[in-house]
């Protein structure tokens, strides 16, 4: 089984420096298309094989949590360069999506099992977009697109608890706490929902200010 902080783990965050490194070199729009192309060509079987009978569950299943959301928005942002897909994989790829990097969720097995593949291409490949347009393609975060993330994000929230309630799942992490993350930090629900959701509007606030100061 995968253990946080282990040898996989470790392992994982060295490939997410390296190759995060070598995408900064490699700034031209076909470098984006190859990277969207191998995201869908990586990822989809996966998302595939978890609707097939004996592996489906609505409860887990479906693409619907944030960091799913996430890479749809990044292979979008990748191929168009669309400032609204690319503020989406910012803003959710540098923080929602990093936390699986820093306290990890997943307790599934370990490499090379398609389960372990799959989490860590999702969270990685996020990354390695939002990473890739915002330095190196310099598709920049401005008001506008924090103010998407915000709206999005909000309406993503209420539908989700909503389907979550009436399906029995946790999509979001919206109606209960993974064990060992840092919403331990924020209380019990529903306040924990609150006081990160109050967070991100902050940190995503600090990550935009230094590109608005600049293009000015």
């Not at 409860?59 to 942002?77: E, F, K, N, R, T």
């Not at 989406?88 to 936390?99: N, S, V």
């Amino acid at each position: 089984m995968f253990e946080p902080y282990g040898l996989s783990h470790g392992v994982v965050a060295v490939v997410f420096v390296a190759v995060s490194a070598l995408l900064l070199t490699f700034r031209s729009a076909r470098t984006s298309r190859v990277l969207a192309i191998v995201i869908v060509a990586v990822q989809l079987p996966f998302q595939i094989h978890t609707m097939l009978p004996g592996q489906w569950d609505i409860a887990y299943s479906l693409p619907l949590q944030l960091c799913d959301l996430a890479l749809i928005a990044a292979v979008w942002a990748l191929w168009t360069r669309s400032p609204a897909a690319a503020a989406l994989t910012y803003y959710w790829g540098l923080t929602l999506t990093a936390q699986a990097l820093l306290t990890p969720a997943y307790r599934g097995p370990d490499y090379p099992d398609w389960q372990f593949l799959m989490f860590w291409g999702i969270h990685l490949f996020t990354m390695w977009a939002a990473v890739h347009l915002t330095w190196g393609a310099g598709v920049r975060p401005d008001w506008r697109g924090y103010r998407l993330t915000l709206v999005v994000t909000a309406v993503w929230m209420v539908i989700m608890l909503g389907f979550n309630g009436l399906a029995g799942a946790n999509y979001g992490f919206l109606n209960a706490k993974p064990s060992g993350s840092v919403l331990d930090l924020f209380g019990p629900w529903p306040l924990y929902l609150v006081v990160a959701a109050l967070l991100l509007a902050g940190v995503w606030a600090l990550m935009t200010a230094p590109f608005t100061r600049s293009s000015r």
